[in-house]
């Protein structure tokens, strides 16, 4: 199997379905049993509570993003750009065609 299933966060899928169920429910409460409708609004209220959920700043209240629901902060070292070595000048490439001159045709005569 391609997917490692020792790596998903259940605990983030479980809540993303929790998500959905609520956002399909409210949607086919607003929609009145109209399917296309009611799909339309569970995708708007999904949204809108999946980016409420994912990049409203919670500093109070620790996010499910992995099986201990604790974040683990991200460290990135910045490390200075290596000035590159000047490249030695190159040779220059020998046409494949040994003909550097084009001759130009006579004027014909009148």
Not at 98 to 110: D, G, Y
Request: proline fraction near 15%.
């Amino acid at each position: 199997m391609p997917i490692d299933l020792a790596a998903v966060s259940w605990l983030y899928v479980i809540v993303l379905a929790l998500l959905v169920f609520v956002a399909t429910l409210i949607g086919n409460l607003l929609a009145f049993h109209h399917r296309m409708m009611a799909a339309f609004l569970s995708a708007l209220i999904f949204a809108g509570l999946f980016v409420f959920w994912s990049y409203y700043p919670h500093e109070q209240v620790p996010l499910p993003t992995s099986f201990t629901g604790q974040r683990t902060p991200v460290t990135v070292a910045v490390t200075p750009p290596v000035p590159a070595a000047p490249a030695a000048p190159a040779a220059p490439a020998k046409p494949r065609n040994p003909v550097t001159e084009i001759p130009t045709p006579a004027t014909p005569a009148r």
